[in-house]
């Protein structure tokens, strides 16, 4: 008998508030290198290369690089689902099933969890194969190791005839202390992990039944995708109309065949800071260090130090952030009130609240190392073979320095190889495009000065990553053609 093929679906949806200030709207906690140099997407997708290597991302626009970047780094290869609008889990769910074949085996995976027992894991994905072949939506619960109030409970009733799997008497809600309490001694209850395997055609039916509206504009929305290399684009104006609702809620709770399967390993949904200093061994005053940390007469307290030195000296029940552009000193029993800071911050119009200082690009990423009145410095990387778009800046000259490897640069009507401890000006109205040819990173030091320094102030007239529209690429090249005139013209093309 060949053993069924298991495809794995990755959701990456989340907000990324709760891990702040190293985790962020535009760089959730999946994508940040949590768990020694990876993330936790990265750490995903090697646990679920052990089923299948060809693995699905259902992941927000916004965030499309940022997971190809992720498969790419874990050797794994698929398509990314994009969602034009977060609408939770049921959405996200129901697309991947509507793309996939109807007798496809489905296992949805969130993308910010960390489970460390691969083989384990492996395991016990494949002991739920039997029960999901016979029709039943299998979930996989954790063995609680304490009565936490943070997650939601699965009760398992009698055995389902399935492998190892048990019937789902009820789904509980985030308990109380005193009933968490409760449950975890009754020992049929498990935490509810949100991890799921399903064939399509039964996660379909039971949409219909469910919750038809969701699956009706699911339908109209996976009608009408459009697909660009490995991203698969759901329609905007249907995905858009989708209730918003997790699978929990507008599934499980009402559907009648739904089959458990625990899961005995260690598990962490790395949820709060105290949840990610947990992955970090303890001195024996029960201090938790990660990178450039250190602590001095102090108790209970947790530094996260990865780009230079941070010293807790006589602290306790201490936590302790530190980031190129934002640090978070809180109480330990304050872990799950960093959203609020999120909130407050962005109430105030504070741009570190929602956005990093390095910023992720398909070619590679840049970091803001300085800025001021009229200027702006930034450190450019970009993978071999990556190249910007062919774009303009009316407001602002440019400066690129070379410090490693080799950069392909046009400037107007030139092409030129800059190299080591070289550099090259471009006045603002040039159109310009910067490539690396080389086979290892580009690294460029680029130094902006002018009146504007906005990321707005861009005209692309060609792009290799399709962020330039046809339509918008035929007015870019009508105007390179009037600022080539006037410069031929000796006209101020910046003006």
């Known amino acids: 008998m060949n053993t069924p093929t298991i495809h794995p679906v990755v959701l990456c949806g989340g907000s990324g508030t709760r891990l702040w200030p190293l985790s962020r709207k535009a760089f959730p906690k999946q994508f940040a290198p949590i768990v020694g140099n990876k993330s936790l997407l990265h750490l995903t997708l090697e646990r679920l290369a052990t089923l299948n290597r060809t693995i699905t991302c259902v992941a927000s626009e916004e965030h499309r690089f940022l997971v190809r ?7 794994a290869q698929g398509r990314q689902i994009l969602e034009p609008v977060p609408r939770n889990t049921a959405a996200a769910m129901a697309a991947a099933a509507l793309l996939a074949e109807p007798d496809d085996l489905l296992l949805f995976a969130p993308a910010d969890h960390h489970i460390p027992d691969v083989a384990l894991f492996e395991a016990t994905m494949r002991s739920g194969v039997e029960a999901a072949l016979a029709g ?21 009733a009698g055995a389902t005839g399935h492998g190892p799997s048990h019937a789902v008497a009820r789904f509980v809600e985030k308990p109380t202390a005193a009933v968490a309490q409760t449950l975890i001694l009754q020992g049929n209850y498990c ?39 490995s991203f698969v684009r759901l329609d905007r104006e249907a995905f858009e109309g989708c209730r918003s609702d997790s699978i929990d809620y507008a599934v499980l709770e009402k559907h009648a065949d739904v089959a458990v399967v625990r899961f005995e390993g260690a598990w962490s949904d790395v949820g709060s800071w105290n949840a990610v200093a947990q992955l970090h061994p303890a001195d024996e005053a029960g201090n938790r260090v990660s990178g450039a940390g250190s602590v001095l007469n102090s108790r209970n307290t947790f530094v996260h130090a990865p780009h230079r030195p941070v010293v807790a000296l006589g602290t306790e029940d201490l936590i302790i952030v530190d980031t190129p552009d934002a640090v978070l000193v809180a109480g330990a029993d304050c872990a ?4 609020e800071v999120v909130r407050m911050l962005a109430r105030e119009g504070t741009v570190e609240a929602t956005e990093h200082r390095r910023v992720v690009r398909p070619w590679g990423a840049y970091d803001s190392i300085d800025t001021g009145e009229r200027f702006q410095v930034k450190h450019l990387t970009v993978k071999p073979g990556g190249k910007l778009s062919l774009q303009m800046h009316h407001h602002r000259a440019e400066h690129w320095i070379v410090v490693k490897g080799t950069a392909k640069a046009t400037r107007g009507g030139e092409v030129l190889l800059v190299r080591e401890n070289e550099s090259i000006y471009l006045p603002s109205g040039t159109i310009h495009r910067l490539e690396n040819p080389g086979k290892t990173m580009l690294e460029v030091i680029e ?49």
């Open 69 to 75: 970047e992720a498969i790419e780094n874990a050797h």
């Open 136 to 156: 039943k939506i299998v979930t996989f619960g954790i063995a609680p190791s304490f009565p936490s109030t943070a997650y939601g409970y699965i009760e398992a």
């Open 191 to 229: 935490w509810n992990a949100g991890i799921f395997l399903v064939q399509a055609r039964t996660l379909v039916a039971a949409l219909r039944t469910h919750a038809p509206d969701i699956l009706a504009t699911c339908e109209r929305a996976t009608a009408a995708v459009s697909v660009d290399g």
């Open 336 to 339: 799950e009130q960093v959203a």
């Open 447 to 495: 130094v902006q000065t002018g009146s504007y320094l906005g990321e707005d102030d861009i005209v692309r007239f060609d792009d290799t990553y399709g962020r330039c529209p046809a339509a918008e690429k035929r007015e870019a090249l009508a105007m390179a053609s009037a600022v080539a005139l006037a410069i031929e013209r000796g006209v101020d093309a910046s003006a």
